[in-house]
């Protein structure tokens, strides 16, 4: 899609008036030299200029008023169309299906909605420059073809060839950025891994050296390809310059060779000429960023039919809430399988088929090995992923895509990689004594505090920050709970407490639990112990409870 399209498509406010107003300073601007032009003859022919003086002062004037104005309201017209790309693929990436953001990942949709929008972003100056620019050339030009039709045709003649083979050297340039983003993203992902793996990387002096020789490598790569995309942009700098050079020359040299009325009015086409180099350095200097802007568009309206492909096919309210049913008998799982998306086409892996049923207020403990499917699992339990076949129902009511917020809204989950929100996101109204109270329970009450609606600190422990999590999760107050391995991390006490006391008073209030477990001498505290095995229900226990 090119720049103009993109404008078309994407802008909300008026650019008439903008436009306008670049117009009457490319306009001024030219006036500039006609005035100027006009006195040097008067200063020649020793008469008053007065006169021109005057109209030099009004069209400065003029130039400087539209000049500011069209710059000023050009960039925040631009900015208005980045804030609202930016708000809805941020919303897609909000709505999308869990799997395909994360096959999609990070470093990508990162780059798409920082660097290729800031590209665009920057877009905003040179375009309102360009616009101004074209119109003092096309004045200036039209100036020139009152003093000499011929200067005319050959400065069109020159542009023509001057345009054509930059555009022909433009064009060889598009590969090479498509690699230089490549490349941004794989040295984005290097450091992603060093900043978020530092103690890893700290603790093997093997992996810290080829981490860091991996970085040189792309960086080196990145490096060179800018360098090569460098020489060629200086060439397509250069070659408009030399070219406008050598335009003089054939206006003052060859000129005058095929008519000899134009020498009265030489000086004046050459000024004029010399006119247009700002003009033609700010059209020069726009054409790479041309090119750069398109393919920012072309990588973000990419990354934009992805989304579209994964929105999930629900409605969401429009203030983002959904009545939670707070009741239910029970939750079943019919022949529901999974599997995973694999590039090389051998096969990922697959969770099912599994057929399970949760009743209402069961404490259920997941066991099992390291990849037998037990994330997976309460994935699909909470319709994060989606069964590639089979059917979950909810007291014999099938989950239909229209119904999974709603079904979602029942669940309260802790992943093992979960994510701590300094605010208490859509909690607003949560009582501040109940955080304090929750927060002094799970002794991190001298770590971090509630206040103005949000924790002070975040930034704990492993053990702390999970229980951080547990706070946020009781405050959710949702009729299921899933937990993956919450007490992994945490010392004796709190493990003992997870079971005894947390999970315990869960049970009274009739919340249900799913919880995964490798404390096998806390079993007796589940109604059912569930074996999970190559991503198969392997076994299934029945705790039996002594008084």
């Keep these: 899609m090119n720049v103009i399209e993109f404008i078309k498509k994407e802008s909300t406010k008026p650019l008439r008036t903008i436009l306008i107003m670049a117009a009457i300073a490319g306009v001024s601007n030219a006036m500039v030299l006609t005035i100027i032009n006009a006195a040097m003859k008067q200063v020649t022919a020793e008469e008053e200029s007065t006169r021109q003086l005057f109209m030099f002062i009004i069209v400065i004037a003029l130039y400087v008023i539209a000049q500011k104005y069209s710059i000023a309201n050009g960039m925040a017209f631009i900015e208005d169309i980045i804030h609202n790309i930016r708000t809805r693929l941020s919303d897609k990436v909000r709505r999308a299906d869990l799997l395909k953001l ?258 209402s207020g069961e404490t259920i403990f997941l066991i099992g090995g390291n990849g037998s499917g037990k994330t997976t699992f309460l994935k699909l339990l909470t319709m994060l992923y989606f069964p590639k076949q089979g059917e979950v129902f909810i007291d014999d009511k099938k989950v239909e895509q229209a119904g999974i917020l709603r079904y979602r809204e029942m669940y309260s989950a802790i992943f093992s990689d979960f994510h701590l929100f300094l605010k208490l996101y859509g909690m607003e109204s949560v009582d501040a004594k109940r955080v304090d109270e929750l927060l002094k329970f799970m002794n991190i009450n001298t770590k971090t505090a509630f206040q103005d609606g949000r924790f002070t600190d975040i930034e704990l422990s492993t053990g702390q920050r999970k229980r951080l999590a547990m706070v946020v999760s009781l405050l959710e107050d949702r009729p299921i709970y899933v937990f993956d391995e919450w007490a992994a991390d945490q010392d004796p006490q709190y493990r003992k407490i997870f079971y005894e006391v947390i999970l315990q008073d869960l049970k009274k209030k009739g919340k249900t639990v799913i919880a995964v477990s490798h404390d096998d001498r806390y079993y007796k505290f589940a109604d059912r112990v569930v074996k999970m095995d190559y991503g198969a229900i392997v076994s299934e226990e029945k705790i039996k409870k002594h008084n």
Excluded: C, W
């Design 102 to 359: 994360e096959q999609i990942g990070a470093a990508e949709i990162y780059n798409r909605l920082t660097q290729e929008s800031n590209v665009i972003s920057q877009f905003a100056l040179p375009i309102v420059n360009a616009l101004q620019s074209s119109v003092m050339l096309f004045v200036v030009s039209i100036y020139i073809l009152t003093l000499s039709k011929i200067a005319f045709l050959i400065i069109v003649v020159f542009n023509a060839i001057t345009i054509y083979f930059y555009r022909k050297r433009s064009n060889r340039l598009g590969s090479m950025y498509v690699e230089t983003n490549k490349s941004e993203i794989g040295f984005f992902k290097a450091l992603t891994d060093i900043l978020e793996g530092m103690k890893e990387v700290k603790l093997r002096a093997s992996r810290s050296n080829a981490l860091a020789s991996f970085i040189r490598k792309i960086s080196g790569e990145l490096r060179d390809l800018k360098s090569v995309i460098a020489g060629k942009y200086a060439e397509n700098i250069i070659l408009p310059q030399v070219s406008y050079v050598a335009l003089i020359g054939a206006i003052v040299f060859i000129l005058p060779r095929f008519n000899d009325a134009y020498r009265d009015s030489l000086s004046d086409i050459t000024i004029a000429i010399l006119f247009m180099f700002g003009p033609i350095g700010n059209l020069v200097g726009l054409m790479p960023l041309l090119d750069k802007v398109r393919m920012a568009i072309n990588y973000i309206y990419d990354l934009e039919a992805q989304l579209d492909k994964s929105v999930e096919l629900h409605e969401m309210q429009p203030n983002g809430e959904h009545a939670v049913q707070t009741e239910f008998k029970n939750i079943r799982f019919e022949n529901v399988s999974f599997q995973y998306h694999s590039d090389d086409g051998k096969g990922a892996f697959m969770l099912g088929p599994v057929n399970l049923n949760i009743r």
